[in-house]
């Protein structure tokens, strides 16, 4: 089935530990971000990828960093900088020539302990 | 001012209510307006998109968009415990892809529930 799958689900992770959150997609869609999802927060952007090897920086990039080595993946690390990393993840597509329908995954939920 | 204002609720409504959830918006450039569903703990999906001003009905569901007053709606008729989700505006300026200016903000979410 099309679809993007986020990796892993749940995560626990002690202070100042690096961390990767996985997101693969098999929906032939060239351009992938990453959005943080915070109570009473709304959706905000942290970095997006247009096309293989170029991302930019969204709206919070701070303690956080990305690669975009193929066109399905787009890993996204929370660093030991990022000072409230808990939060859940979402990561998205869409067509190149789309003017916003995103298509999400299932999200990451990341608890720092 | 925020660019993107949205009650979070929570709303609670009988079954087979009518339902209203609101957006209003600062920035004039915004052409492009969607509503997302998000169900507890899953990612969002889109519900409706809409351009510019007017309307657009897909079954129960119905937006609606005044440029100038810079509000955006959703209407749910006949509502069911399915409905029952967080409900996200969002919209974004241009349709062209590179643009500075092609981002999607979002609103905050407001939180649904249907009872039975």
């Known amino acids: 089935d099309g679809g993007i799958t986020q990796s892993p689900k749940y995560l626990f992770r002690k202070e100042g530990q690096n961390v990767t959150l996985s997101c693969e997609q098999n929906?032939?869609?060239?351009?992938m971000y990453w959005y943080r999802q915070d109570p009473g927060q709304g959706l905000r952007l942290i970095y997006y990828s247009q096309i293989v090897n170029d991302f930019q920086k969204g709206d919070i990039a701070e303690g956080y960093s990305v690669s975009r080595e193929k066109k399905e993946s787009f890993p996204l690390t929370v660093t030991s900088a990022q000072k409230n990393p808990t939060a859940f993840y979402l990561c998205?597509?869409?067509?190149?020539?789309?003017?916003?329908?995103?298509?999400f995954g299932e999200g990451s939920r990341l608890t720092v302990l | 001012q925020k660019e993107v204002e949205q009650d979070p609720g929570p709303l609670s409504v009988p079954e087979g209510a009518i339902v209203s959830l609101n957006c209003t918006y600062s920035?004039?450039?915004?052409?492009?307006f969607m509503w997302y569903r998000q169900y507890s703990r899953k990612g969002p999906e889109l519900l409706m998109y809409?351009?510019?001003?007017g309307n657009k009905e897909d079954g129960r569901f119905t937006a609606q968009v005044d440029k100038s007053s810079k509000y955006i709606s959703l209407f749910i008729r006949d509502s069911q415990p399915s409905d029952s989700a967080t409900y996200l505006c969002a919209m974004s300026a241009s349709g062209k892809w590179g643009g500075s200016n092609y981002k999607l903000t979002f609103g905050k979410g407001t939180l649904l529930t249907v009872n039975p």
């Open positions: 809409t351009y510019s001003s």
């Open positions: 998205a597509t869409s067509l190149a020539t789309n003017t916003g329908e995103l298509f």
């Open positions: 929906l032939n869609h060239d351009a």
């Open positions: 920035n004039s450039a915004f052409q492009y």
